[in-house]
């Protein structure tokens, strides 16, 4: 099983703290300044949607330059060898993968060469998948744990209500653990009552 950050919805207070968080960590380490999660709303809860670090990664499956691996008991994605397919973001059943523009450092915005007719207007907004702007690559964001911060994930450091939690393969054994005993009581009932067979009683 992969790590991955479970949120409390009766915790979350929907201040996104955490958006802000992620944001500014990944921009200071040089990767794309969009957060890696989006708190989600309706009109009794919140809860900040964040990607699941599935253990078969469809987005992983489909990439087609292994922009997507897993590593350390995580799925990361490298921005560096993204090459804007968007695939890993449909292939997502979680919506956890969005797109962010990366500008080639040489070529300002707006510039336009009189040698060439000028750039077309940037498009209207449609969806992530569908939008597109000149001269600006789409690289898919999505939540890598913050590998890169010995410290942890920003989003769980930084939420006032500690509405977020780092489950790890402990965490996973020890509910798998309960969740075997609760089905065993559930089915036989009380095992404990039954004659000792390894022993020969009867």
């Known amino acids: 099983m992969n790590r991955f ?3 409390d919805s009766s915790l979350c207070i929907g201040c996104r703290t955490c958006e802000a968080a992620c944001a500014e960590t990944h921009r200071l380490h040089g990767l794309q300044s969009r957060p890696r999660l989006q708190v989600m ?3 009794k809860d919140s809860a900040p949607q964040l990607c699941r670090h599935c253990e078969d990664a469809p987005c992983a499956q489909v990439c087609p330059v292994n922009a997507i691996n897993r590593e350390a008991g995580a799925v990361q994605l490298n921005e560096s060898l993204c090459v804007s397919c968007k695939l890993c973001g ?4 979680f919506g956890a993968i969005e797109f962010s523009g990366s500008r080639p450092l040489h070529v300002p915005a707006n510039v336009n060469s009189p040698k060439a007719p000028p750039a077309p207007p940037a498009p209207a907004h449609v969806g992530a998948f569908l939008d597109w702007t ?6 898919a964001v999505k939540c890598d744990l913050c590998a890169f911060d010995d410290a942890g994930p920003a989003c769980v450091r930084t939420c006032p209500t500690n509405a977020l939690r780092l489950v790890d393969n402990h965490d996973i054994a020890r509910a798998s653990r309960r969740k075997r005993e609760l089905t065993l009581y559930s089915d036989f009932g009380d095992l404990s009552q039954l004659p000792d067979i390894s022993r020969g009683n009867a």
């Open 5 to 7: 950050i479970l949120a």
């Open 41 to 43: 709303r309706n009109e």
């Open 90 to 93: 449909i292939a997502c059943p």
């Open 134 to 139: 000149p001269g600006i690559r789409a690289v």
